[in-house]
């Protein structure tokens, strides 16, 4: 097996691997632990199917120009479901009224078994509850992007390079009318590996896992960065999780995220974009708000017609982009370090020890650079107030 076109390290969003009509493509974690599409030559009859969809391949992003997009503020008004969801449960609620209009939905689940997150398909208001808060390794999408049929109406929700793939896929389709598309605002996602390493440390403290759960806001929504692993193990990055400091530090993440992520701000294939509203406007909302984008006029219709479900404030891009990553995530000097770590028998406090100890290395030429600056002014400063001390 080969890898698609010859492409090596691309999003592994997987709809190459959902869109292939001769199942000739797989979705495989690849050394550095991201998913990666590999190729059967011999199911393979060169359609170019795959091409087609493949954001990766481009530059460009599958946006609504001629749509002046809309910024709000939202949470849900059911208490109970902006409680248990990661920011303010705008997410599930449209995903819970497109379930009500006959949509199936294709979202995001933990699967304990397979220690792996997953795209999956609901029908019912029950099935949707698996996808309820934020996950944050990547998602095994093949199999439920798979369920895309011609004969259904879908809400497909996904990571920015997930969606972008998708609508080149529902448009070679003719479906655009039959899909609607929701991504999020996104940080990168780190490397399996990682996760598994993480993972076995914490089951040693546990006798089976049968649940995860990334945020949780019982202490309030601006410290919800826990990680609830099975009955008895919880962690906050505040007080030094482990599994957070090697993601929000950016120490092992797939290498389009430093190298190609096209969709910050508010560039987007989607209907409508979500998020954490963050910011100065909300820093003592403890019960969490969703920064919601309509970049489309079928995403802003959808939002109109749940008001009765959703409270919604006007705001603007500025708020709603405020606290979210304005460009591609910067790799540390430990990359090298880290990812080569993960492969080895070194626990992960180890690993992010020597990790910190290197990017303390690194800063000291940004101190020094940034005195060595100051230092002309400075030495301006002190002999002008020698001149006028000696002039009084």
């Not at 920064?291 to 603007?316: Q, R």
Request: proline share 2%.
């Amino acid at each position: 097996m080969s890898s698609v076109l010859g492409t090596k390290d691309c999003y592994g969003c997987g709809v190459c691997a959902a869109s292939c009509k001769r199942k000739a493509i797989h979705m495989n974690l690849n050394s550095s632990g991201f998913y990666e599409p590999m190729v059967d030559e011999e199911r393979c009859v060169h359609c170019n199917m795959c091409d087609i969809v493949c954001s990766f391949r481009t530059e460009n992003v599958e946006q609504d120009s001629s749509f002046e997009v809309q910024c709000y503020a939202g949470w849900s008004r059911d208490n109970e479901v902006r409680k248990v969801c990661s920011s303010g449960g705008v997410g599930f609620e449209i995903a819970s009224f497109l379930l009500n209009k006959n949509y199936c939905a294709i979202l995001c689940r933990y699967n304990p078994q397979e220690k792996r997150v997953e795209h999956y398909l609901a029908k019912t208001e029950d099935e949707l509850k698996a996808s309820i808060g934020s996950k944050y390794i990547q998602s095994d999408t093949s199999r439920g992007f798979a369920q895309l049929r011609k004969d259904s109406k879908y809400l497909v929700v996904g990571t920015p390079c997930q969606i972008d793939s998708m609508r080149r896929w529902v448009k070679k389709l003719h479906m655009d009318d039959d899909v609607f598309l929701v991504d999020f605002f996104c940080h990168g996602v780190p490397s399996m590996l990682m996760w598994d390493k993480y993972l076995s440390e914490v089951e040693k403290k546990n006798d089976g896992i049968n649940h995860v759960s990334w945020r949780n806001k019982k202490t309030g929504w601006h410290d919800s960065w826990v990680m609830s692993i099975g009955d008895h193990y919880t962690s906050r990055f505040s007080q030094g999780d482990l599994f957070y400091r090697m993601y929000l530090k950016n120490r092992c993440l797939s290498k389009p995220c430093y190298e190609k992520c096209k969709f910050k701000g508010l560039k987007s294939a989607a209907d409508i974009r979500i998020g954490d509203l963050w910011g100065s406007k909300y820093a003592e909302n403890e019960e969490g708000v969703n920064g919601v984008v309509a970049l489309t006029k079928a995403g802003s219709v959808l939002l109109k017609e749940m008001e009765s479900v959703l409270h919604l404030e006007p705001s603007t891009e500025m708020i709603v982009c405020e606290s979210q990553m304005k460009r591609s995530a910067r790799r540390p000097v430990s990359y090298g370090y880290v990812m080569k770590s993960i492969h080895s028998g070194k626990t992960l406090r180890n690993i992010d020890k020597v990790a910190s100890l290197i990017e303390q290395v690194e800063n000291v030429p940004r101190s020094l650079k940034y005195y060595a600056s100051r230092l002309p002014v400075k030495m301006k400063e002190l002999l002008q107030g020698f001149v006028k001390k000696m002039k009084s």
